[in-house]
T-cell receptor
Framework: AQSVTQPDIHITVSEGASLELRCNYS??????LFWYVQSPGQGLQLLLK??????LVQGIKGFEAEFKRSQSSFNLRKPSVHWSDAAEYFC?????????????FGTGTRLTVIP | DSGVTQTPKHLITATGQRVTLRCSPR?????VYWYQQSLDQGLQFLIQ???????AKGNILERFSAQQFPDLHSELNLSSLELGDSALYFC????????????FGPGTRLTVT
């Protein structure tokens, strides 16, 4: 069965600093991988996704993520954080082939940005 | 704006009651997924409908049911409500039935008192 681990519950960074949010997954093959962002009181917005091909994927709002098969990781990065990036970030896994059609989500990482 | 709409935005009701949450998918999307987000359980998949038929089931309680109508909107029915059902309920939609790329609505916050 799929599972997703986001080891950091809460991260605080200064505005302008770089950011890396960790995500590790457990799955028998290469899954579909996603990062979503949830601002307070809002729904989930898709930041980026990995299906296949280039392991470094670019997303919206200046975010990128790198798929590392050997580490079963899909970490999210941003070179310079803006105050508006403060939100909760969720990593998600989707199964390939037949089987579950839904997404499995990690527990989320809350990002606080300080001036 | 993802294009997925959910109503109502907030719902407050008492234990034992029944409520209906509504979701309209993005134009052209045939699949609708329901998720529950609570503090203790996180984001959990409940159920998926594709073009009117149930396609996948997750951790959905027997007190909960859903359906998708011919115009593709979906309703999630929650009955015999308990305090623990208080949560944010999200609807998502995708073009196909594989759920590869899902777009989420703003959610309905349910409070059971």
């Amino acid at each position: 069965a799929q599972s997703v681990t986001q080891p950091d519950i809460h991260i605080t960074v200064s505005e302008g600093a770089s950011l890396e949010l960790r995500c590790n997954y457990s799955y028998g093959a290469t899954p579909y991988l996603f990062w979503y962002v949830q601002s307070p009181g809002q729904g989930l917005q898709l930041l980026l996704k990995y299906f296949s091909g280039d392991t470094l994927v670019q997303g919206i709002k200046g975010f990128e993520a790198e798929f590392k098969r050997s580490q079963s990781s899909f970490n999210l990065r941003k070179p310079s954080v803006h105050w508006s990036d403060a939100a909760e970030y969720f990593c998600a896994v989707g199964a390939r082939g037949t089987g579950a059609n839904n997404l499995f989500f990690g527990t989320g990482t809350r990002l606080t940005v300080i001036p | 704006d993802s294009g997925v709409t959910q109503t109502p935005k907030h719902l407050i009701t008492a234990t034992g009651q029944r409520v209906t949450l509504r979701c309209s998918p993005r134009s052209g999307d045939l699949s609708v997924y329901w998720y529950q987000q609570s503090l203790d359980q996180g984001l959990q998949f409940l159920i998926q409908y594709y073009n009117g038929e149930e396609r996948a089931k997750g951790n959905i309680l027997e007190r909960f049911s859903a359906q998708q109508f011919p115009d593709l909107h979906s309703e999630l029915n929650l009955s015999s409500l308990e305090l623990g059902d208080s949560a944010l309920y999200f609807c998502a939609s995708s073009v196909g039935d594989r759920g590869i790329e899902q777009y989420f609505g703003p959610g309905t916050r349910l409070t059971v008192t």
